[in-house]
């Protein structure tokens, strides 16, 4: 089996954390697994999901909401 079909942990196992090897001496999937680095997929995004910005845009949305339905009720009491 080549180095490169291995999974990561199999190739730390192999090479361990720092490894004989130089860097330049290495494929892509050695060097990611001696440094950790996730693969990238087809599409060349990072593996993990951005859930977190699309919940940034609801609270922002909130935000607005809230603002302009106090900016109605100041000026409501404003000609009371």
């Known amino acids: 089996m080549a180095d490169s079909e ?3 942990s199999e190739l730390r ?23 950790g680095i996730p ?8 593996e993990k999901e951005s ?6 845009h609801i609270i ?3 935000i607005v909401v809230i603002l302009i339905i106090g900016g109605f009720v100041l000026y409501k009491l404003k000609d009371i």
Not at 15 to 28: P, Q, S, T, V
């Open 13 to 35: 196992k192999r090479y361990h954390r720092g490894g004989i090897l130089k860097d330049d001496e290495l494929n892509a999937q050695q060097l990611r697994a001696r440094h």
């Open 6 to 8: 291995l999974s990561a």
């Open 60 to 62: 922002g949305l909130i």
């Open 51 to 56: 859930s977190g910005q699309s919940s940034n």
């Open 39 to 46: 693969s990238n997929r087809n599409d060349y995004s990072a």
